[in-house]
């Protein structure tokens, strides 16, 4: 996100969040699976795992104070089995873990792959590689301890030359393709596409940049029987003011991406909205955020979100149908959510 624009949004919230506490207003009591799905803290950039009959949802804890616009201090881990019911496992990690950020525990991602898992995650990088950069972190479980397993960035601001600001290098997302490759995608207006060596560490070979049409942030990657699809935060600035979510697909990791439009509005309150993607039990959902939580005198912010999930259908050509936010969320079964956007 730029930051005047940030800015620019953060007044607007703040006035609507001052508007909210002045009304009153708090999240109603709710169906047990309801949006948003976590209700006491405000947390954001959701991305889910699925291991076995569960699915391990990993997001940034978000701790801003009044008019803070950000402060993000550690990643958080909860699971499920039935999608109504989540379990709090707590704090997988903190930007202090990784001795060489300095702040910033910004988006994520998770996967398995040879008996561990491998956590990405954007942070801000010390004076030595000034801007954002991506951390890799491992464990033996998926709800952690991780510890940092390279002791350096995987990716700095350096090492994509050609982008014009210093948070370019944010949001990790990575898929295993059926070759057993790797491949990291990230980037804030330049999207960029790299394959990792097997060790998970390192950068195998170019990165290469596959920017999207109206590309802002939060790339996804998932695949969908032959289909590959790049799922991301978009911003036209020619006619919205907040993101939204838009996609491409593909028939190769490698390309050729065809953009496929819009898929969701914006979400309620937030000028950032972040997608994560999962199959889970014969069900595919859409998890995303929004800024309409209210805990206690502290209301929905650019830094104060909420992450959410909602039912996610694909028409018989592998595009994706339109996803309407919605309350309820997955409490109500398909096809009935009304429609919020
Ligand atoms: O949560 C911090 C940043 O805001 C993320 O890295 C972006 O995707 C946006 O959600």
Avoid at 18 to 42: E, H, Y
Avoid at 137 to 149: I, M
Avoid at 157 to 181: C, F, R, Y
Wanted: net charge negative; with cysteine; hydrophobic share 40%.
């Amino acid at each position: 996100m730029g930051v005047g624009q940030a800015m620019l949004a953060a007044a607007a919230l703040t006035a609507l969040a001052l508007t909210n506490s002045a009304m009153g207003q708090t999240a109603p009591a709710a169906a047990p699976g309801a949006n948003p799905i976590v209700r006491d803290k405000f947390t954001a950039d959701p991305a889910p795992l699925v291991v076995g009959n569960k699915l391990y949802l990993y997001v940034g804890h978000d701790e801003a104070q009044r008019d803070e616009m950000f402060n993000m201090r550690e990643w958080l881990v909860y699971s499920t089995t039935d999608m109504r019911h989540w379990t709090d496992h707590g704090a997988i990690m903190k930007v202090a873990d990784f001795k060489w950020a300095e702040k910033d525990a910004w988006a994520s991602q998770v996967i398995q792959k040879n008996g561990k898992f491998w956590f990405y995650a954007a942070v801000e990088h010390d004076k030595t590689h000034p801007g954002k950069a991506i951390a890799v972190a491992v464990s033996d479980t998926p709800t952690g301890p991780f510890v940092d397993a390279k002791g350096s960035a995987l990716i700095t601001n350096q090492m994509t030359p050609k982008g014009t600001h210093s948070w370019e290098d944010i949001d990790p997302t990575v898929l295993t393709d059926d070759d057993g490759a790797t491949w990291i995608a990230w980037g804030n207006r330049q999207c960029y596409i790299a394959k990792l060596k097997p060790n998970m560490i390192e950068i195998d070979g170019p990165i290469t940049e596959i920017t999207p049409p109206h590309f802002e942030e939060g790339p996804w990657l998932h695949k969908r029987g032959s289909l590959y699809y790049l799922t991301y935060a978009s911003l036209d600035r020619s006619t919205h003011r907040d993101e939204r979510i838009s996609y491409a697909t593909a028939p190769s990791i490698n390309g050729p991406w065809t953009y496929r439009g819009e898929l969701t509005g914006s979400g309620k309150y937030s000028f950032t909205i972040h997608p994560g993607i999962a199959q889970f039990k014969g069900n595919w959902y859409l998890f995303l955020h929004n800024a309409a939580l209210v805990i206690g005198d502290l209301s929905g912010a650019i830094g104060r979100r909420a992450v959410t999930v909602e039912h996610l259908q694909y028409n018989a050509d592998g595009t994706m149908k339109p996803v309407f936010q919605t309350d309820a969320g997955v409490t109500v079964a398909l096809p009935g959510a009304a429609r919020r956007n």
